[in-house]
């Protein structure tokens, strides 16, 4: 169970406490609504901060100071939650029961989150230009990586276009041009502007009462000045219109992504529906799409599906020869058309739940899994337990499959092949 504290005006704490873990979690992130002009320096922020604090001033001395804390650890922490995101960090940390001669772990982690969060290593009192350079270059690499893995790289390039006119289209990691534009004074501004508006969301699972924390956060943000300015609310998609869009690269392998609109999103009933009907579709290991259009048709090397649920958003992502994308474009439609007919056999229902529900009881397998399923659902608006939505899930129908099925409609393409 979750229990909620506001600590202040936008200062919100989530706790979940468990005591079967020796590690415990402890993320905070400043949640922005998603735009083109922060993205980038968003993305960077917490990466320039996980440089050097005013006590630690460089990589050496904050390693030093997580070995002294039972070989913690810190992260930077960047999501993308429809029309949100956030930048931040989340902390691992060994249970004070498991320490050594009764030594506290806890408190002095939540004062080293403090400090990397809101004492950094200055230079004439902006960030220091030798991290930030060298952060953007990390930055910049882990953009490019993404368009060295084609497969992610044509979903988002499918993103960019079908919702162009949504935020959910914005780069969780912003524009290689926008990274690249950052300076010190700007990065440290836009910090300062940040740590004053954001809503703020620390998260806690471990063993320690959600009150013991309360009393240990409450005073995080006590000395930094705020002007908090509350979250607008999440969005429905917004259309910009039907894309069709075509890409030539030097690849072997051509790649189609098909998006697809549905009106169920994660704030209405037919949810759990949406969901299984994606696993019978294509995002399970027999599911329609696998079993058909890749093992018995051998029309592609890999295929598959996924589901938005902030904005409505079914995807379909396949690799294959060049000569067959509108083959494998067709038969998609093809397995489609299967599921609104309510040509779903016993076993492709029963194989889609129990994928769904093996994945729904996962995220109690760590505090990290825990941390990200319940700090997300909070900021998409989803407004039932992994209990509630188990049950839902086991008492989806075929009816209720066909008449998903039948909602969704075929918005965009995006194919990419190679250099003719």
Request: proline content about 4%; overall charge negative; charged content about 20%.
């Amino acid at each position: 169970m979750i229990k909620t504290f506001e600590l202040q005006p936008g200062v919100i704490l989530r706790c979940c406490q468990d005591s079967r873990f020796k590690m415990n979690c402890l993320s905070v992130q400043l949640v922005r609504p998603a735009c083109r002009q922060e993205a980038a320096a968003n993305a960077l922020m917490p990466a320039v901060l996980l440089r050097g604090t005013q006590s630690c001033p460089d990589l050496r001395d904050i390693t030093l100071r997580l070995d002294d804390l039972y070989g913690a650890s810190v992260g930077a922490l960047v999501r993308r939650v429809g029309d949100y995101q956030t930048t931040g960090l989340a902390c691992g940390f060994t249970e004070d029961r498991f320490a050594l001669n009764g030594d506290a772990i806890l408190e002095p982690m939540a004062d080293f989150l403090q400090e990397l969060l809101l004492k950094p290593r200055l230079e004439q009192g902006i960030f220091c230009k030798e991290f930030v350079e060298s952060e953007k270059r990390n930055l910049l690499a882990a953009i490019e990586a993404r368009k060295n893995d084609k497969r992610l790289y044509a979903a988002g390039q499918l993103t960019k276009f079908m919702c162009a006119a949504d935020p959910v289209g914005i780069p969780r990691l912003g524009e290689p041009e926008d990274v690249a534009a950052l300076e010190p004074e700007g990065l440290y501004r836009h910090y300062e502007k940040i740590l004053r508006e954001s809503t703020v969301e620390l998260f806690y699972v471990g063993a320690q009462a959600p009150e013991r924390i309360c009393g240990l956060l409450s005073r995080l943000f006590e000395n930094t000045p705020r002007q908090h300015c509350p979250l607008p609310p999440q969005t429905p998609f917004r259309d910009g219109g039907k894309t069709r869009n075509e890409e030539f690269l030097d690849v072997t392998q051509a790649k189609l992504q098909m998006g697809f609109l549905s009106p169920a999103t994660i704030k209405t009933t037919d949810f759990a529906v949406m969901q299984v009907l994606c696993s019978v579709f294509g995002s399970s290991s027999i599911s329609k799409l696998f079993m058909n259009v890749r093992e018995k048709m051998s029309l592609c090397y890999d295929i598959g599906s996924s589901y938005q649920g902030t904005k409505g958003i079914l995807t379909v992502g396949a690799g294959m020869d060049q000569d067959q994308v509108e083959t494998v474009e067709q038969e998609v439609m093809n397995q489609l058309e299967q599921c609104r007919r309510g040509n779903i056999s016993a076993l492709e229902l029963e194989a889609a739940r129990q994928s769904l529900l093996s994945s729904l009881r996962s995220v109690h397998d760590s505090p990290g899994a825990i941390e990200n399923y319940y700090a997300t659902a909070a900021l998409s608006g989803l407004g039932m337990s992994i209990q509630e939505y188990m049950d839902q899930v086991s008492q989806v129908d075929v009816s209720q499959l066909a008449q998903a099925a039948q909602s969704l409609q075929l918005h965009s393409v995006y194919t990419l092949k190679g250099v003719q």
